[in-house]
């Protein structure tokens, strides 16, 4: 029976092409509609998050920050108090850290500015190469995502030994050097105040567009500055700095690790480390935690635009009560000549449902279909214009554009209920009409 219905549905609906593609336009728009948009708010939401997490979205930024007061009549006479060497975070704190929760951190990502200076070429005066030297940590050229094009990285051995290491950029090397191998060659760097910083270069890391800014071709080569990175803790002792620790860092965090828990271990960790400090205490920041509030304002945003597009389905709606009601009267006879033969009032009723329902359903396939087709397009278009406009940075966007499984399935259901609500009254009202008024209708 229900086959049989269905079947007649169909035939029906292609029996009248034009009539029934019109009445099913409402359907097709409003759903496609919210198809379209879901699939734009969903990617907008992967993208985001893939790509800060490809930026170093996933680590947790720790701050050495003073307790400030916590009555008003205080804030007075209080002064930001200066920091001492206990006051810093060690390196000892940050690998017992690591050692209690190997599962949720990796490493430490820090630096530490240490001037800008020339490499100069003592055979040839006009010949030489403008550095800014930064210390860091040995994860910090990973935490940037820095390839290593010759050589190594600096390693934790060259930090504790306050070794004069260096690690320079490709377009560097390529232009001091002269196609020159660069490694174990030494450099002497003259810093803007006359100290003189002596190196050897064990390293050549891939100079990155995105991170240091589009290389400025009106600038000579011999006068662009590039990053020369040195281990953190020769930094500070060649800026005559006699700490050791850490006023600022970001961690890194396993791959697989809850930011959340992390957060909240880090946190505990170091709160017991710094009880006894009076005058100062780690603060934790997160990027996530901002993700989430983003992630939430578009959520409403697409409900709602959602919602303001799935209008057209109410629109829709009536397109197909109209129908329904057109179709019965045409049929008239017909319905007559089924009850007048034995078909039950609810059989009656039931056919006329079934085919709004299959109207509405085929409707509904075709907005996912054109929904997902257009979602689709968009991606394409979004990852063209990166690539033409934004090629610099289209090694950090992650463009993932995907259609919402959960949109697709409410919109099939919301298309199939739209067909029951608007069929049933012309359904109804065919199920109820007399055997001989139909059977004598003209």
């Known amino acids: 029976m229900l086959l049989e219905n269905i079947r007649e549905a169909v035939a029906s609906i292609f029996a009248n092409k034009m009539r029934s593609l019109l009445t099913m336009l409402g359907i097709i728009i409003g759903i496609s509609s919210v198809i379209i948009i879901t699939t734009i708010g969903g990617s907008i939401q992967s993208t985001l998050t893939a790509t800060l997490n490809s930026l170093g979205g996933n680590t947790l930024s720790m701050y050495v920050e003073a307790r400030y007061p916590e009555d008003d009549a205080d804030w007075e006479t209080w002064v930001y108090p200066e920091m001492d060497e206990e006051d810093y975070v060690t390196q000892e704190m940050v690998d017992g850290l690591i050692e209690m929760y190997p599962e949720e951190f990796t490493g430490i990502a820090a630096s530490n500015w240490l001037g800008s200076g020339t490499i100069q070429d003592v055979a040839d005066a006009d010949h030489y190469a403008n550095v800014s030297v930064n210390g860091i940590t040995p994860e910090y050229l990973d935490y940037m995502k820095l390839g290593i094009h010759a050589g190594r990285s600096l390693t934790p051995e060259d930090d504790k030994g306050q070794k004069r290491v260096c690690v ?68 500070f002792r060649l800026s005559g700095n006699e700490r050791r620790g850490y006023d600022y860092f970001d961690l890194m965090l396993a791959p697989l690790a809850d930011a ?107 907005g996912i279909l054109i929904g997902v087709g257009i979602g689709a397009l968009l991606g394409q278009v979004a990852g063209f214009l990166i690539q033409s406009m934004y090629a610099d940075y289209s090694s950090y966007i992650i463009m993932e554009v995907h259609p919402s499984a959960t949109a697709i399935l409410l919109s099939l259901f919301f298309s199939m209920l739209t067909g029951v609500f608007f069929g049933y009254y012309p359904a109804n009202k065919a199920s109820k009409m007399e055997v001989i008024d139909a059977l004598r209708y003209e």
């Open 168 to 235: 320079i950029a490709d377009t560097m090397a390529d232009y001091y050097f002269d196609g020159r191998d660069p490694i174990g060659e030494q450099v002497s760097v003259v810093s803007g105040d006359g100290n003189i910083w002596d190196f050897v270069v064990v390293g050549v890391y891939e100079y990155n567009q995105a991170l240091f800014g589009r290389v400025d071709t009106s600038i000579p080569e011999k006068d662009r500055s590039t990053e020369m990175m040195i281990p953190l803790q020769t930094s």
């Open 260 to 366: 959340d828990q992390a957060m909240l271990d880090a946190t505990d960790y170091f709160e017991a480390l710094y009880a006894d400090n009076e005058d100062f205490h780690i603060y934790a920041y997160n990027m996530q935690s901002d993700m989430e509030m983003i992630n939430t304002v578009i959520n409403v945003i697409t409900v709602a635009v959602s919602g303001i597009a799935a209008i057209s389905l109410i629109v829709g709606g009536v397109g197909v009560m109209n129908i329904m009601l057109v179709s019965i009267t045409e049929r008239t006879r017909e319905i007559g000549v089924r009850m007048a033969l034995g078909a039950k009032r609810r059989t009656i009723r039931l056919q006329f449902v079934i085919e709004a329902i299959v109207l509405c359903l085929i409707g509904g396939i075709i």
